[in-house]
Every structure is written in structure tokens, then in C-alpha cells.
């Protein structure tokens, strides 16, 4: 997030007049009332040592160098945990590239949604049989396979894979993604897994101001103001009021973190 801010990357925008006085919670605490019903049915298998307390190196949305992050990645003490299917369907596609997400299948589910489970070291089951006599068929180590509903059945909590550092993976975990029936990213943290600990609110250091058109003004002026804030509890402020007129563009400067972790998050 830092670099972004240095850099004015795309600077993230909102163009909205502003008032910043906000309070600022643990940031995966969804409001249950607001799911879509589809959702607050499910019941996901966390999918790397389910039942254990998990630590995360990166989270659902934050920014990267060319995209939002789609998913979140799972921390693995090294190569070879077993990754399990988060819930009963069947095996829908399966990729191996040397870059990219590298070994990675695709699970699609009853209630519409396909969960993607990325730089796996390597596939299991019948599944895995299937891909490798298909590269050596082909002659190819990179490989799109695209399967038939009935061809590799899963049950929720089945061995799908064990978890690599295949692509373009910075070091061992798992990406795991879920996707709705749109193919539209969303955050599997709003399934409630309990092997994700947060309670601690992200933490914000400044905020920038940007005049978005000719007319806009902030304290009588055109152009981008950092301010710093000021904390009190988990509400943070501008210390002084800021006259504001027209289009305004809005920048936060700030990370998250999480219990038993020493890792920093983007905010999603």
C-alpha cells in the first residue's frame, strides 16, 4: 500500500465530497443481514488444515502491482499439505503453466460457485492420473483441460491436491479463490471460516485530497493535499476542518493486520 501511495498509482478514488471521521473495525466482519441467501447457506471446508488456525499472506482486493488480488493466499509450512475441497462438486477445469497460477484446479459446486485452488505441487486422485497421461499424450507441460460434470465427482473435505510453490508464486501457500456464477471474484472470507482470526481494526496514517476538475478547490486551492489524522480508539479524524468544493477524489494511506501474524494487509 505504501508504494501505491508514493507512486499515485491510478490513486484510489472516490469521487464524492468528503467528510473523514469514521470509525474503523476488523475488517472481515460481514453484516449477515446484507449476504445474498445463496451464501449464508453455504457451509465451506476451509481448505488447508481445516480446524486450525490459519495465517494468511494476502487477502481478498488489495492492490498489486498490475491487479486487485482475487482471493486469499494461505500460508503453508512448506510444500506438500493436502488441499481439500471446500464442498461437494465435481472437478470442472485443470491448468498447469509455468507462470500464472501455475498448477491449479477448478471446483465447481452445487450453489453455482467454482473455487480455484492455485500453485498446487501436485494433483491427486484420479484426477491427477488423468492430467498426467494427458501432458505426456500431448507432449506438452503446459496443459488447459476442461472436464464433463460427471467425469471427476469431489465430495467437501476430499483430497484434491497437495500445496506447491508452482507459477508465479513468491514462496509456499495456496491461492484460493471463490467465484460466483458470473466468474466474479468473491471474498471467501464471508463464509465465516474460523480458522481466520481477526479482530483487530486496519490501522490509518493519512488521507490525500484531490481536486478532479478545474472547478474543484480544497482550502481555496487545486491540486493533492495529504492530511495526517488523528486517532482515538478505533475512530479516526481530521484534525482540522478542510473547505472542500466540487469534484473530490479521496486517498487513504493504510494496512490492516491480524492476530498471530506479522504480516500487513491491504484493505480490501
Excluded at 476488523?26 to 449464508?40: I, T, V, W
Amino acid at each position: 500500500m505504501r508504494s501505491c501511495w508514493n507512486l499515485k498509482l491510478s490513486e484510489i478514488v472516490f469521487f464524492s465530497l468528503f467528510t473523514f471521521c469514521g470509525s474503523a473495525f476488523a475488517q472481515f466482519s460481514p453484516d449477515k443481514a446484507l449476504l445474498p441467501r445463496s451464501l449464508e447457506r453455504s457451509n465451506y471446508l476451509f481448505p488447508i488444515k481445516p480446524g486450525n488456525t490459519a495465517t494468511l499472506t494476502g487477502t481478498m482486493g488489495e492492490l498489486r502491482n498490475t491487479h486487485f488480488h482475487a482471493g486469499l493466499d494461505i500460508d503453508t509450512p512448506g510444500i506438500g499439505v493436502p488441499v481439500l475441497s471446500a464442498d461437494d462438486g465435481y472437478i470442472a477445469r485443470a491448468t498447469t503453466t509455468t507462470g500464472g497460477y501455475g498448477n491449479v484446479l477448478y471446483v465447481m459446486h452445487r450453489d453455482g460457485n467454482t473455487t480455484v485452488y492455485a500453485h498446487l505441487e501436485e494433483f491427486k486422485g484420479a484426477v491427477g492420473e488423468f492430467i498426467l497421461k494427458e501432458r505426456y499424450a500431448r507432449k506438452l507441460s503446459e496443459i488447459d483441460l476442461i472436464f464433463q460434470p460427471n467425469q471427476f465427482p469431489i465430495s467437501k473435505g476430499e483430497l484434491l491436491a497437495l500445496s506447491g510453490n508452482t507459477g508465479g508464486s513468491g514462496g509456499p501457500h495456496l491461492h484460493f479463490e471463490v467465484r460466483n456464477e458470473k466468474n466474479e471474484a468473491i471474498n471467501p472470507l464471508i463464509y465465516d471460516f474460523a480458522e481466520v482470526k481477526d479482530n483487530l481494526a486496519p490501522m490509518v496514517f493519512k488521507v490525500a485530497l484531490k481536486t478532479m476538475d478545474a472547478t474543484s478547490r480544497i482550502n481555496d486551492q487545486f491540486g493533492r493535499f495529504e492530511f495526517s489524522v488523528v486517532k482515538s480508539g478505533n475512530t479516526y479524524s481530521l484534525p482540522h476542518p478542510i473547505l472542500a468544493y466540487g469534484n473530490i477524489g479521496v486517498e487513504v494511506l493504510a494496512h490492516d493486520k491480524m492476530e498471530n501474524s506479522w504480516f500487513r494487509y491491504g484493505i480490501n
